[in-house]
């Protein structure tokens, strides 16, 4: 009989002990995956300033539940311009590695050609669950006196940009993943101004590690689809070079140093170090919309192979590469916009193109004439 009340006591114990050691259980349950409540932080005194890290935490967000499971995201195209050494007739293009990107994280892909009209984006846009701006090179300014190129990618971008915010702002949770030149475009169209970005060395590419600022602890982007999936994540970009930066452009962590548009849009999660030891952001997310943006490139970890380009293809980066994959999909997934029927959405698919095996920076491309 006391052996019995020991064991149960200590059972008690065991079971008590546990809670206090995991205060939430319950969080990394699978099933849980992508539907976490807000995480639930523990009291403690003497950290006032991982306090303020999270009171302007996207997780005070209301959330929608991912309840679409075909999801279909746009990718903008970029202008390729006549001084361009491509041997194609076509005037814009996506790297295909972004679209094999949105596909590994489970949705289908619709180009937003950067030459469409704003009306045919508006139909499109009504109807997708998520924009993303991809690397690579084009014009990004908003100063009239300087000529552009048309199709003009600013024009475009911020256009997009725009809608999203507006989207997010009539409560049509709309998330929005921009990646180098789009993580660049975003903080032009919410700054509204060129200067916004500075000159970095990043070009030939090269590789480099994060230093995570404290928002990043408790941002969503990292706890999103898993607080436990998040924290092992940023380890690993915190211990290892497993981000591809190509960029000659950037921007200073200063312009997060006080109150502005920037600082009032969005926490910055990372700062990195070019090849001359200059500092930039690495990484973003949206305070009350859900915008994420990387400096570094995700994408080519898993689908680019340009002998020239160090892209780290061992298995903790690509780990990395397919958490932003996931998580970008499981964004897009608590969009319920939709196609009137799958035979609407049929002729803007991506798989009306073939992608043309370059060979080169980009290893595929899809061109659109
Ligand atoms: C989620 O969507 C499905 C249809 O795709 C629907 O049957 C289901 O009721 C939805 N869930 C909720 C909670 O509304
Ligand atoms: C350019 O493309 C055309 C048609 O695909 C091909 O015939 C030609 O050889 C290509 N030129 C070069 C320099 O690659
Ligand atoms: C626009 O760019 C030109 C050339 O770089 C510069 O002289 C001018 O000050 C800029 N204007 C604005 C409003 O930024
Ligand atoms: C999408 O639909 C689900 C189920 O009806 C709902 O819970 C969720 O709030 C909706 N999302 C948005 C952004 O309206
Ligand atoms: C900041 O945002 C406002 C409103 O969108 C805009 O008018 C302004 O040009 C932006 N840029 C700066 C530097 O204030």
């Known amino acids: 009989m006391a052996k ?49 890290d999270q009171d302007d935490s996207p997780h005070r967000w209301n959330h929608p539940i991912q ?17 361009e050494p ?9 790297a295909a590695s972004y679209v094999k990107f949105v596909e590994m994280g489970g949705a289908r892909v619709v180009p937003l050609r950067v030459d469409q009209s704003f009306e045919e984006l508006n139909f499109l846009f009504s109807r997708l669950n998520g924009i993303l701006f991809t690397g690579g090179g084009a014009n990004v300014w908003t100063n009239d006196s300087i000529p552009t ?25 709309y998330p929005l993943w921009g990646t180098c030149l789009g993580f660049e475009a975003i903080q032009v169209c919410e700054n509204n101004e060129f200067e916004t970005l500075g000159n970095f060395n ?13 928002k990043a602890k408790w941002s969503y982007l990292f706890n999103g689809i898993g607080r436990k999936y998040g924290e092992i994540i940023r380890k690993i970009m915190t211990d290892r070079k497993t981000s591809l930066l190509s960029h000659s452009h950037g921007v200073s962590p200063s312009m997060y140093q006080g109150e502005n548009n920037l600082t009032a849009t969005f926490n910055m999660l990372s700062t990195m170090l070019d090849k001359s030891g200059n500092r930039f952001v690495g990484i973003i997310e949206g305070k009350k919309y859900p915008i994420f943006a990387t400096q570094f490139h995700p994408e080519k970890n898993i689908y680019e192979w340009d002998p020239q380009v160090p892209q780290p293809h061992d298995f903790y980066s690509v780990k990395v590469s397919t958490y932003f994959a996931d998580f970008l999909v ?17 002729p803007y698919l991506i798989y009306n193109w073939w992608p043309i095996y370059q060979n080169g920076y980009f290893t595929q491309s899809y061109y659109f004439q």
């Open 202 to 214: 990043g070009e030939p590419p090269y590789t480099q590690s994060h230093d995570f600022t404290p």
């Open 86 to 94: 491509w041997n194609t007739t076509a005037n814009t293009y996506i």
């Open 149 to 173: 190129w048309t199709p003009d990618y600013t024009e475009k971008a911020c256009y997009l940009y725009r809608l999203v915010k507006e989207a997010n702002d009539n409560g049509n949770y």
């Open 67 to 83: 309840n679409n499971t075909r999801p279909v995201i746009g990718i903008l195209s970029l202008p390729i311009h006549p001084y």
């Open 330 to 346: 499981s964004e897009a997934r608590r969009n319920n916009n939709s196609f009137e029927s799958e035979e609407e959405l049929k």
């Open 4 to 52: 019995k009340l020991i064991f149960i006591l200590t059972l008690l114990f065991a079971a008590l002990g546990r809670e206090l050691l995991y205060p939430e259980p319950q969080k990394d349950n699978p099933d849980n995956w992508g539907n976490h409540p807000r995480p639930h932080r523990p009291k403690r005194r003497h950290d006032k300033d991982d306090h303020d």
